[in-house]
């Protein structure tokens, strides 16, 4: 049996955009990500789900390892704005034209910050819409806030608006957009190592978060409940899902760049996937942080890649029984 219904895409029709980009944070590796999933099946499995798919390339012809190698590219505490806003740029543009033609858009990374770019084009094609962002961390400090100066930490905080006067000058796109994230329209799921300056943003804005702590005291499935009531309180509108996955547990998900220990199980971390698309308003899905060059066996490749093949089946209607 597989999903009944994708309200937003009748087609069925997915682009898989690929985002291989690895200037958000230090560690290489991650820019792999996205050949590594085709590689091991993405489409194949994408299309026995009874979807059309096609490949889009926004970073194509960029020689990214010769932007990341630009130490001038630097901004106050941020590094690498340059790189940054330009590939995410790219990004913005395949998601945005997946929305106006009614594609799914299936972004695979990469590091997060493409997130930035996901969930602005998202808000923009639907300004009613809501997000859920899985991941161990907020992904919401600000240009001022950022210890590490790594901007896979900031999307968040970039799609909001937030310290837009601080932002280094390179986002002129990301300025000039008509719509911007509200604080109402996004929540977490799978929290468990938020910044101090990260917690003081999440409550002045009044952001609902379920971290862990949550997912222990109700269980996934009332937390699921609660963050798609959080952001969806009519049940009506569209949902993107940005997953990063180092949400689920190092267990299960060892290959990425800032693992946590404490962390979701592959089971809770499918289940989350399985409830939104059953929902029937899922409208776009981000995979991310999947690095398979930190992985120090093989059985780390297979384990975090399969899992983020199974994030992409759940999201597309696949269903156990
Ligand atoms: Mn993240």
Known sequence: MSNPHYKLYP?????VIKAPFSGGQGKSGVEDGPEQLLKSGLLHQIESLGWECSVADPLEGLDSAKMKANVEDVYERCKRPQMV?????RIYKAVETCHQQGSFPLTVGGDHSIGMSTITAFVNAHPNGGI????AHADINTSSTTCSGNLHGCPVA?????DRKNWPPQFKWLDALKTLVKPEQITYIGLRDVDAGEKKILRDLGIKAFSMYHVDKYGINEVVRMAMEAVNPSGENPIHLSYDVDGIDPLYVAATGTPVRGGLT???GLFIVEEV???GNLAGLDIVEV???LATTDIHIVDTV????SIAKCALGDTIL
């Open 11 to 15: 087609k069925k029709h997915v682009t």
């Open 85 to 89: 806003s330009e590939c995410c740029e």
């Open 132 to 135: 859920i962002w899985v991941d």
């Open 158 to 162: 970039f799609a909001m608006g937030l």
């Open 266 to 268: 592959l089971r809770e």
């Open 277 to 279: 698309a059953n929902s």
């Open 291 to 293: 690095n398979p060059s």
């Open 306 to 309: 399969n899992t983020g093949l």
